[in-house]
């Protein structure tokens, strides 16, 4: 009987570790960036021949958005940043994670382009750099560029107005 007890109770142990995994919420996940500086990059844009330095954007209040063109959960949450990037009072900075530009261009063209600019990240070392686990992913900047917020998964229209645009307010009356 007691042979059968340990792996029993070595089971129940991992199927509560399992069970408490299924219920964090994936857009919850803490950031170690959260209150640090913001990664600086310069990359290539995608619609133009020009260089982008996130460093340009000090002393303002931004969102960096990570999409790529084959991304479903992209697909779901780009009709949003569509309908409400002009409503931001802040730029939507688009950072295209490990696509081919040719790609990234036809997706703006087909579906809009929600982004002030949308840089190609085609190594992946700037989504790296900012703990990127898989696209889509927004972050909310202050003007000092420290990352102050970190959505993971799609943009929702209850999350833009509800979270993201007070924040920005809150931020931009604190400059």
């Given at each position: 009987?007691?042979?059968?007890?340990?792996?029993?109770?070595?089971?129940?142990?991992?199927?509560?570790?399992?069970?408490?995994?299924?219920?964090?919420?994936?857009?919850?996940?803490?950031?170690a960036?959260?209150?640090?500086?913001?990664?600086?990059?310069?990359?290539?844009?995608?619609?133009?021949?020009?260089?982008?330095?996130s460093?340009?954007?000090?002393?303002?209040?931004?969102?960096?958005?990570?999409?790529?063109?084959?991304?479903?959960?992209?697909r779901?949450?780009?009709?949003?940043?569509?309908?409400?990037?002009?409503?931001?009072?802040?730029?939507?900075?688009g950072?295209d994670?490990?696509?081919?530009?040719?790609?990234?261009?036809?997706?703006?063209?087909?579906?809009?382009?929600?982004?002030?600019?949308?840089?190609?990240?085609?190594?992946?070392?700037?989504?790296?750099?900012?703990?990127v686990?898989g696209?889509?992913?927004?972050?909310?900047?202050?003007?000092?560029?420290?990352?102050?917020?970190?959505?993971v998964?799609?943009?929702?229209?209850?999350?833009?107005?509800?979270?993201?645009?007070?924040?920005?307010?809150?931020?931009?009356?604190?400059?």
């Open positions: 009987m007691k042979r059968f007890l340990l792996p029993l109770l070595a089971f129940v142990i991992l199927l509560a570790f399992l069970g408490t995994g299924l219920l964090i919420k994936t857009n919850d996940l803490p950031s960036l959260i209150g640090k500086p913001a990664p600086v990059f310069s990359l290539p844009q995608v619609e133009q021949a020009a260089h982008f330095q460093s340009s954007l000090k002393g303002k209040v931004w969102l960096l958005n990570v999409w790529a063109s084959w991304c479903e959960s992209c779901h949450e780009h009709p949003v940043l569509v309908k409400f990037a002009g409503q931001l009072s802040a730029p939507v900075i950072l994670y490990m696509d081919k530009a040719a790609d990234a261009r036809r997706w703006l063209i087909d579906f809009g382009n929600p982004y002030q600019l949308s840089v190609q990240d085609v190594d992946g070392r700037a989504a790296t750099d900012y703990g686990v696209v889509p992913e927004t972050f909310v900047i202050d003007s000092r560029g420290l990352v102050r917020y970190k959505h998964g799609p943009l929702t229209e209850q999350i833009v107005f509800g979270k993201l645009q007070p924040m920005i307010d809150q931020l931009q009356r604190e400059q």
